[in-house]
């Protein structure tokens, strides 16, 4: 099956640019949608289709996809931007195909 | 207002089956997918399937095949997601989401507050 890596953690002072990565074979291939989740809360999409944001969501979220590894970018970062980011892709290179979710990056603002 | 209101939380012993539901209201509730996405305590999301309410037809991620149902009643604008013969690693908050429109793939634009399975002797 196809798997989504990214990292456990990333910590970012405020004011500065996190970088969020999610490694998969071809998925620069693949549209990667990313959400964001804060405790207790349900998922927010916040990059659609690799890097198009809903409306409602600061330029300061913004994805790039190219190779083997999508980037979800975040500057001028604020605290209310602590939170777990999730890519996703829709793989149908198997025999069933279905939504693949990545591992998660929990977000903290030093 | 567009949003997709879940049913409250459930406690269920091993082996019984538990039914989730997922009102939509505020959007054409047949012109857009709907899925089902849990997330154990602590950890990440795990997509389940999905349902075209157009046509009732689900698509079940293989991990669930066999346990999982899911329908809807469009006269209510509801779907359903009925899990069975549930064991104690199914304990997890269970998310309706809506996807892309029938026909396209698409990212998951609105969510459910989420249901809170409990699975426990």
């Known amino acids: 099956s196809y798997v989504l890596t990214q990292p456990p953690s990333v910590s970012v002072a405020p004011g500065q640019t996190a970088r969020i990565t999610c490694g998969g074979t071809?998925?620069?291939?693949?549209?990667v949608h990313w959400y964001q989740q804060k405790p207790g809360q349900a998922p927010v999409l916040v990059v659609y289709d690799d890097r198009d944001r809903p409306s409602g969501i600061p330029e300061r979220f913004s994805g790039s996809n190219f190779g083997n590894t999508a980037t979800l970018t975040i500057s001028r970062v604020e605290a209310g931007d602590e939170a777990d980011y999730y890519c996703q892709v829709w793989d149908s290179s198997s025999d069933h195909p279905n939504y693949v979710f990545g591992t998660g990056t929990k977000v903290t603002v030093l | 207002q567009v949003q997709l209101v879940q049913s409250g939380a459930e406690v269920k012993k091993p082996g019984a089956s538990v039914r989730v539901s997922c009102k939509a209201s505020?959007?054409?509730?047949?012109?857009?997918?709907v899925h089902w996405v849990r997330q154990a305590p602590g950890q990440g999301l795990e997509w389940m399937g999905w349902i075209n309410p157009h046509s009732g037809g689900p698509n079940y991620a293989q991990k669930f095949q066999g346990r999982v149902t899911m329908t809807r009643d469009t006269s209510i604008n509801t779907a359903y997601m009925e899990l069975s013969r549930v064991r104690s690693d199914d304990t997890a908050v269970y998310y309706c989401?809506?996807?892309?429109?029938?026909?396209?793939?698409?990212?998951?634009?609105?969510w459910g507050r989420g249901t809170l399975v409990t699975v426990s002797s």
């Open positions: 505020g959007y054409t509730f047949t012109g857009y997918s």
């Open positions: 989401a809506r996807g892309g429109v029938i026909g396209q793939l698409g990212s998951f634009d609105l």
């Open positions: 071809g998925i620069g291939s693949k549209s």
